[in-house]
């Protein structure tokens, strides 16, 4: 039965995969200069300091502030507004003086009539922890997906699933580097939760693949491969926008101290979708996936001896 009488769209991805990648290899070359020669803006979290959030009554003037903190010798300062004129963040790098005696002092020579939101301190052997603790994390869910997808497919799906989470999460990266928006710990999980949700699109994707593979006839791999993808389309387009709408309110409604967790999902999000079409797919292809690496041992072996002269 065809796709057509099933009323599913027949689109055809796997020859366009060629333009996909195309269009992948310069968003993965644009987001590995942005890395090399701006790296990411760390945040507290990674780089330790002292953030301290004050509220005034009327819209704060962000050049007097940095202009007191100048004055007082304050170094590595970052001041800027957080969610409205009125509300101000202030970063400093690692002081010598406690935490509560250096929030004191700012406060102090801010002057009277500000309300102190909070103040957070993060010792500079924190962040360092943070930032290697950050790193391996993503290395052992890189490792527990290739171990996973290997035992439950093949090893070439195990490989194209790991290259389309490294795409997302460069990408990702990326663009949080060329736009200069704080990486901190939310937007490390933010990372961590788009490898899942990529890999959750990758694996429906691949499981059709499979059941395609076993159930035709057809040994040529592309008119599988691209059934598969039209069969999950509708899937996989429905599953990203009803989470983009939840991710949109988030970005919009749920306030600055989350904006860019709900920022990274989106990015994420987007990309993820966009991979597990093409860039998954198209590495199976590229690693000679075959009908025959879908069989069981028995299978392969009888195929094999019906092949012998």
Request: aromatic residues 8%.
């Amino acid at each position: 039965m065809s796709l057509k009488s099933l009323n599913i769209p027949t689109i055809d991805f796997v020859n366009r995969r060629h333009l996909a990648m195309v269009f992948s290899a310069i968003l993965l070359v644009a987001s590995i200069i942005s890395l090399s020669i701006q790296g990411l803006k760390l945040g507290i979290d990674f780089t330790g300091g002292t953030l301290i959030e004050v509220g005034y009554q009327q819209t704060a003037d962000l050049e007097d502030i940095r202009a007191k903190l100048d004055e007082a010798n304050y170094q590595g300062t970052n001041v800027q507004y957080f969610g409205s004129d009125t509300e101000v963040l202030i970063q400093l790098e690692p002081q010598q003086v406690s935490s509560a005696k250096l929030s004191s002092s700012i406060i102090h020579m801010l002057g009277e009539g500000i309300d102190v939101r909070r103040v957070e301190f993060v010792g500079p052997k924190v962040g360092e922890e943070l930032t290697n603790d950050g790193g391996l994390a993503m290395l052992y869910a890189l490792i527990g997906i290739l171990i996973y997808v290997a035992f439950r497919f093949e090893y070439r799906f195990a490989l194209g699933s790991i290259a389309a989470l490294v795409h997302d999460v460069i990408i990702v990266l990326g663009i949080f580097s060329a736009l200069q928006i704080e990486f901190d710990l939310t937007v490390l999980a933010a990372i961590l939760a788009v490898i899942g949700y990529s890999l959750n699109d990758t694996i429906v994707v691949y499981d059709r693949i499979r059941e395609n593979f076993l159930s035709t006839r057809l040994v040529e791999p592309k008119p599988i491969i691209n059934d598969a993808l039209n069969q999950t389309l509708s899937r996989t387009i429905m599953t990203s926008l009803t989470t983009l709408l939840v991710l949109l309110a988030l970005f919009y409604l749920g306030g600055e101290v989350i904006h860019s967790f709900a920022g990274a999902l989106l990015i994420g999000v987007i990309i993820g979708t966009y991979s597990s079409i093409y860039v998954a797919s198209s590495m199976i292809l590229a690693l000679g996936i075959s009908k025959a690496d879908m069989l069981p041992p028995t299978e392969k072996e009888n195929k094999e001896i019906d092949a012998r002269p």
